[in-house]
């Protein structure tokens, strides 16, 4: 079934609230056969530019970054701040305490819709800058495969623009919401109604050359 309610009459066009209305409405499906093997190898290289996704984020989202070698591996860098906490974290490589979050985690696109797509969809899906942010690992690893109905940032500043990027990657992927997750982006957005909706120019669908099962 489709979304229902209108977003309001504050939910100005373009908007990642006028968007809720837009996602469709569906129960979870099981986790059955789930696993991160289903979206391709971790931060593969799907825009060609010969560096892990991985490396993109953090070169996107740290400041005072020092790189390892040439422009690619990212060696150390900062949160200023992390979006999830808004304290300043560093990131070193090999003790890091930053991860790449999937704003929409694997697991819950898995539940709802991508068990049936195909593998190319999954692996961009995995590695669009869209869906990936640079975070604090203690608040990203308690957040699991949770959606908006069940895990927001901790900084209450953020979550505007945290839900946002869900509607924006669920709208773009077409994965489908639960109608608890929609009544929570709702309650989110309607405090920003005019926060745009996030888009991105990755394509759905990776190279050939990369692979899933």
Same mark, same amino acid.
């Given at each position: 079934?489709?979304?229902?309610?209108?977003? /309001?009459?504050?939910?100005?066009?373009?908007?990642? *609230?006028? #968007?809720?209305?837009?996602?469709?409405? %569906? +129960?979870? !499906?099981?986790?059955?056969?789930?696993?991160?093997?289903?979206?391709?190898?971790?931060?593969?290289?799907?825009?060609?530019?010969?560096?892990?996704?991985?490396?993109?984020?953090?070169?996107?989202?740290?400041?005072?970054?020092?790189?390892?070698?040439?422009?690619?591996?990212?060696?150390?860098?900062?949160?200023?701040?992390?979006?999830y906490t808004g304290r300043e974290?560093?990131?070193?490589? /090999?003790?890091?305490?930053?991860?790449?979050?999937? *704003?929409? #985690?694997?697991?819950?696109?898995?539940? %709802? +819709?991508? !068990?049936?797509?195909?593998p190319s969809k999954r692996i961009?899906?995995?590695?669009?800058?869209?869906?990936?942010?640079?975070?604090?690992?203690?608040?990203?690893?308690?957040?699991?495969?949770?959606?908006?109905?069940?895990?927001?940032?901790?900084?209450?500043?953020?979550?505007?623009?945290?839900?946002?990027?869900?509607?924006?990657?669920?709208?773009?992927?077409?994965?489908?919401?639960?109608?608890?997750?929609?009544?929570?982006?709702?309650?989110? *957005?309607?405090?920003?109604?005019?926060?745009?909706?996030?888009?991105?120019?990755?394509?759905?669908?990776?190279?050939?050359?990369?692979?899933?099962?």
């Amino acid at each position: 079934m489709g979304g229902g309610g209108a977003a /309001g009459p504050d939910a100005g066009a373009g908007s990642a *609230l006028a #968007a809720v209305d837009t996602l469709t409405v %569906k +129960g979870r !499906a099981p986790k059955t056969g789930y696993d991160r093997s289903r979206f391709g190898s971790a931060w593969a290289d799907t825009d060609s530019n010969g560096c892990p996704t991985r490396d993109d984020i953090l070169k996107r989202d740290l400041k005072d970054v020092v790189y390892r070698g040439k422009d690619c591996q990212v060696a150390a860098g900062k949160l200023a701040p992390d979006p999830y906490t808004g304290r300043e974290v560093t990131f070193r490589r /090999g003790r890091s305490q930053v991860d790449i979050d999937h *704003l929409v #985690a694997l697991s819950d696109a898995w539940q %709802k +819709g991508a !068990a049936r797509w195909e593998p190319s969809k999954r692996i961009a899906f995995a590695n669009d800058p869209l869906n990936l942010l640079a975070v604090d690992a203690g608040p990203n690893r308690g957040k699991g495969d949770g959606d908006t109905a069940t895990w927001l940032p901790p900084n209450k500043a953020y979550r505007c623009t945290y839900v946002a990027g869900q509607v924006g990657v669920k709208k773009k992927y077409g994965v489908w919401v639960t109608a608890a997750e929609r009544d929570a982006m709702k309650k989110v *957005l309607s405090t920003c109604p005019d926060k745009k909706l996030p888009t991105g120019p990755a394509p759905t669908t990776a190279p050939n050359r990369f692979h899933a099962r």
